[in-house]
Each structure stands twice: as structure tokens, then as C-alpha cells.
């Protein structure tokens, strides 16, 4: 039993291959330019985003006030699960070598950052954690105004980067987007259901 799932595993992941690496070199050598090289390496950086982070987390406490606090602990905890689960959980059961780990497929793209990290590839954790926090953003925040739309394009700017660098290919960023999206909307089902629907009516 356990070499067929072994078999199917590697079946599998042979049928992904061509098609990734393909999307891969077009994103990283075809589809780039100089003022992307510069740029989108910054997005993978934690000192790039957080100021809008933090710039969130203030008009959120300003606007709603205990229940901004509390929403900002709903926001926490689903970047603390999107990270826990897809670095702890689904990197350890399924390994996948990093395209900037695999001597073949290094061959064909370009490096663009210093940094290749040795831990699986899939699921891309910054592509869960940041499509979770978006996935939150959206259920809790929607009916604020349309800003909902910006989370969901600056996680896609983010997990971009990934591929654009070379450590993910873009089959670990679509289902790390999957599961933080799942996770985020567990999270906000739940926030709802116990805090409520933010208002801005005082």
C-alpha cells in the first residue's frame, strides 16, 4: 500500500512538473524586465509590508475600538495558522525540491535574490499566510468599501515575487493560495459568529 501511494505520489508530481516549469521560465526569464528585478524583491521582505500592516491595524482600532482589537487578533491568529500549517504540517508530509534547489531546473532561470531557502517548496507559506490574511480581510471588512480588492492584488503582488525569484513554482504558490484562502475563511466565519459584523454606525 504504501509504494503505491509512493507511485501515485510521484506520478503526480511528474504530470505537474512540465507544465510548472514551463510557467516558471516564462514568469522568471520571459515576462521580466529590469525595473521588476529591482522592485519585486522587496515584497517578499517583512520590513516592506508591515507598515501597511500597521497602518491597518491603527484605523482598524480607531474606527471600531474594542472590536478593532479584536479584530486584529483574528487577523494574528489566521497568519499564525496559514504559517503553522503550511510550514509545519504540509512541508513536512509532502517535500518538493525549490526550482532554485534543483540543479536542472536552476540551469534555466535566472537568481535573482541571494537567498534560497532548502525547506520544501510546496506550499508556498508566504502565499497561505498572505491570501489567508486577505481571504479575513475580505469576510470581516467587505461592507467597509471596496479596499477589500487591494488585499487580494497586494497577496498576489507577494506570492508573484516568489515565482518571479525563482524559490516557488507557481503550483506551490496556487495551493498555498488555496489554503490560506480556506483558512482565512474559517477564521472569519468564526470571528463573525463570536464579535460580529464591524460597523462604523457609533
Not at 477589500?148 to 515575487?161: C, D, K, N, P, S
Request: net charge positive; proline share 3%; hydrophobic share 50%.
Amino acid at each position: 500500500m504504501h509504494l503505491l501511494q509512493t507511485t501515485a505520489s510521484a506520478s503526480f508530481w511528474q504530470l505537474i512538473q512540465p507544465l510548472d516549469e514551463w510557467l516558471l521560465v516564462k514568469i522568471n526569464n520571459e515576462w521580466s524586465n529590469s525595473y521588476f528585478d529591482l522592485i519585486l524583491p522587496y515584497f517578499r521582505e517583512t520590513v516592506f509590508w508591515f507598515p501597511l500592516y500597521l497602518f491597518v491595524f491603527i484605523w482598524v482600532v480607531l474606527k471600531f475600538g474594542i472590536k478593532g482589537w479584536w479584530w486584529i487578533g483574528g487577523f494574528l491568529l489566521t497568519a499564525a495558522l496559514c504559517d503553522l500549517i503550511s510550514s509545519q504540517v504540509v512541508k513536512i508530509l509532502i517535500f518538493r525540491t525549490r526550482p532554485c534547489q534543483d540543479a536542472e531546473v536552476g540551469n534555466m532561470i535566472r537568481f535573482i535574490i541571494n537567498y534560497c531557502p532548502k525547506s520544501s517548496s510546496f506550499t508556498s507559506s508566504h502565499a497561505t499566510t498572505h491570501f489567508g490574511q486577505a481571504m479575513f480581510y475580505f469576510l470581516t471588512l467587505r461592507h467597509i468599501g471596496k479596499w477589500w480588492m487591494l488585499a487580494f492584488g497586494w497577496a498576489f503582488a507577494i506570492v508573484y515575487t516568489q515565482i518571479y525569484v525563482g524559490v516557488h513554482y507557481p503550483f506551490d504558490v496556487l495551493c498555498g493560495a488555496f489554503l490560506g484562502c480556506l483558512i482565512g475563511w474559517v477564521t472569519g466565519k468564526l470571528f463573525l459568529k463570536q464579535i460580529g459584523m464591524l460597523s462604523l454606525d457609533k
